[in-house]
């Protein structure tokens, strides 16, 4: 008989998830927010059913997009979903440009255990698919909606370095899905 699937810690993560992204949109989609950490959670769910991975995917933009601090994460989740969500936040620093931010964020990725990974292929698929998305809806007026100085080039850059960050991952069906977006999309 087979045991059933835990879901507690998961729910309240996405109660907590939806109330700190409540009432926002994802930018310039014209829907809530919290889609994309939903999204997230499920490419994570393809790969595992790990109660905190799962989690940690559905909180990983609560600390980096929302006034919910990462010792909020911890006191209420534990110290794993809380490192697995720092793994996937971008660093705070006014000081770096838009290129060092992610290079940083990039490098942290790299180094990461494998679990930290499985979150962050959730989030960049699901980041990739929209951008896909928009591309092919709106071409290169898309790359106005970043923030990145070189547009395209900046983004086609950072993605193609993530999927080097998360190659551990490259077995997976999302990693392959990542992969085959990244060329559709930038060829």
């Known amino acids: 008989m087979n045991n059933p699937l835990e879901t507690t810690l998961f729910d309240e993560a996405a109660k907590f998830a939806i109330e700190a992204h409540h009432n926002t949109e994802r930018r310039c989609k014209g829907y809530p927010y919290i889609i994309h950490p939903m999204e997230a959670a499920s490419i994570v769910a393809s790969i595992t059913n790990d109660p905190e991975m799962l989690a940690a995917a559905i909180l990983h933009d609560t600390v980096e997009d929302t006034d919910v601090t990462l010792e909020q ?80 080039a900046d983004i086609e850059w950072y993605y193609r370095s993530m999927g080097e960050a998360l190659r551990d991952l490259s077995e997976t069906l999302a990693y392959k899905e990542f992969a085959w977006i990244l060329e559709l999309t930038f060829g």
């Open 73 to 152: 994460i911890r006191e209420r989740f534990g110290d794993r979903v809380a490192m697995l969500v720092q793994h996937e936040t971008a660093p705070a620093s006014e000081h770096l440009s838009w290129r060092e931010k992610r290079t940083k964020q990039v490098e942290q990725l790299a180094a990461a255990p494998y679990d930290s990974k499985v979150v962050a292929i959730g989030d960049k698929l699901s980041n990739l698919r929209g951008i896909a998305r928009d591309y092919r809806l709106y071409g290169d007026a898309t790359w106005k909606l970043f923030h990145a100085p070189n547009g395209k």
